[in-house]
Each structure stands twice: as structure tokens, then as C-alpha cells.
């Protein structure tokens, strides 16, 4: 995993950014208390029987969420195997649940094959924004749905309040979508402010 980000010009080392070991684990906790994502199911819109990807689940807050809706799958890659440990603990033996070791550019995922795809407060950790979006926007269906979500939103507490991205920044994630998905639109929920985008049903050669 690289230490460097398209959206930050110094190394990441945070555990909330890169989660290994007892601080790893323990940001994760926090995590799990205190993000919030239930917004993000309604954006999502997920449907009954929906195959849906969560890149960067983290400690699986938002997976304990989507699992107790009507998606018949729900799949996850996370470069973080702390994260996998616990996002997965709640799910043993529930084979609609499967989480992954993988990054936003590499999901070793097929292609089309998801109805939804979602990242949240993970897209300023990627290497190469135009590298995640290119690998959402292969996995997805057509017609599929992109969410990408930061801290920021309407009324952000302290934390995400600090975290939030520069409007060029922001930018330049709705500009990278705007390449590949159609009707690419902002939300400013309570915590987060997300893009959603569509998988056009026709594309050019
Ligand atoms: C701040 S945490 C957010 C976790 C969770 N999505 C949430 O909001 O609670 C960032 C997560 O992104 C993961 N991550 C870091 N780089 C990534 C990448 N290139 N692709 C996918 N996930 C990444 C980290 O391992 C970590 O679990």
C-alpha cells in the first residue's frame, strides 16, 4: 500500500487511514462509534435482491447496515486485515457477507458485476483518484449506481469538521466521475458530503 494520496501532499500515517495493529484496532472501535453512514443506505437505494461493493469498509458499520436490508449480496475490499477482522466478526456464516483484502483500484472483482458501489471517508486515501473511479465504474452494472462520500456535510461534528476536503478537491472527485457516470450529483448529508453517479446503459467504444 503506498503512504501517499492524490489529495494530500504529505505521507498518511494515521491508524484511521492505515489500521495495523493495537492502534489500528482501537481506531477502528472508534470508528464504529462515532461515523456516521446511515444516510448513505437511503442515497444508495439499494433494492431487493441488489449486488453491492463497500470499498474501504473499515470496522463495517455501514456492512451491519446494508446486511440488515434487502441486498442479496453484499461484498467488500479493504487493504486493512485489522478492518477485515472486525467488519466480518458479526457476519460468520452469513454467505451473503464477503469482505475482502483488496484497494479501490484493484478489487478483483469481475466486471459488471454490482448493482451499487459505495466508499465512504475513503476516496483522499486513494493513490490515484482516476485509477479508484475507473475500477467503480468497471465492476458496476450498467445502469449501477456510484456513491463516494467525505467528512463534511451540513452540521460535521468536530472530527469531520477538520477532515473536510477543499472545494477544488471536491472537484476534482466530481470531475473524475464526470468522465465515466452520468447524472453525477452532490449531497450534503448531515456528516458527509457524497457524489452519486450512474453507470450509463450505453457507452462508446
Ligand atoms: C477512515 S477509515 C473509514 C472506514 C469506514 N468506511 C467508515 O467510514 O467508518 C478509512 C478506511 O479506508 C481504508 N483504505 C485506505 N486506503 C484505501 C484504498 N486505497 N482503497 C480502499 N480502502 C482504503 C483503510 O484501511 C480504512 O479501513
Keep these: 500500500m503506498e503512504n ?8 498518511i500515517t494515521s491508524p484511521f487511514a492505515r489500521p495495523r495493529g493495537l492502534a489500528g484496532r482501537l481506531a ?9 453512514q446511515r444516510e ?17 469498509y473499515g470496522p463495517g458499520k455501514l456492512v451491519r447496515m446494508l446486511a440488515s436490508g434487502p441486498a442479496a449480496r453484499i461484498c467488500g475490499v479493504d487493504p486493512s486485515a485489522e478492518m477485515r477482522e472486525q467488519a466480518a466478526r458479526p457476519h460468520r456464516g452469513d454467505d ?23 466508499s465512504v471517508n475513503n476516496v483522499a486515501l486513494w493513490p490515484d483518484l482516476g ?7 468497471r465492476v458496476l452494472k450498467p445502469g449501477g449506481k456510484v456513491v463516494i462520500a467525505w467528512h463534511g456535510g451540513s452540521l460535521p461534528g ?9 472545494e477544488d478537491k471536491l472537484a476534482m472527485i466530481r470531475g473524475s466521475m464526470g468522465e465515466l457516470f ?21 457507452e462508446g467504444p
Excluded: Q
Design 131 to 137: 485509477a479508484g473511479v475507473r475500477e467503480l465504474h
Design 96 to 118: 451473503r457477507i464477503d469482505l475482502r483484502l483488496g484497494t479501490a483500484d484493484a478489487t478483483g472483482f469481475g466486471d459488471g458485476v454490482f448493482d451499487g458501489a459505495v
Design 4 to 11: 501517499t494520496s492524490w489529495a494530500f501532499d504529505r505521507p
Design 182 to 202: 452520468e447524472d453525477v450529483e452532490r449531497h450534503e448529508l448531515k456528516a458527509l458530503t457524497a457524489f452519486t453517479g450512474i453507470r450509463p446503459r450505453t
Design 28 to 36: 477502528g472501535r472508534f470508528m464504529l462509534l462515532t461515523n456516521e
Design 158 to 166: 468536530r472530527i469531520a469538521g477538520t477532515l473536510k476536503l477543499p
Design 40 to 56: 448513505l443506505v437511503a442515497l444508495l437505494g439499494v433494492r431487493p435482491g441488489d449486488h453491492v461493493l463497500e470499498v474501504g
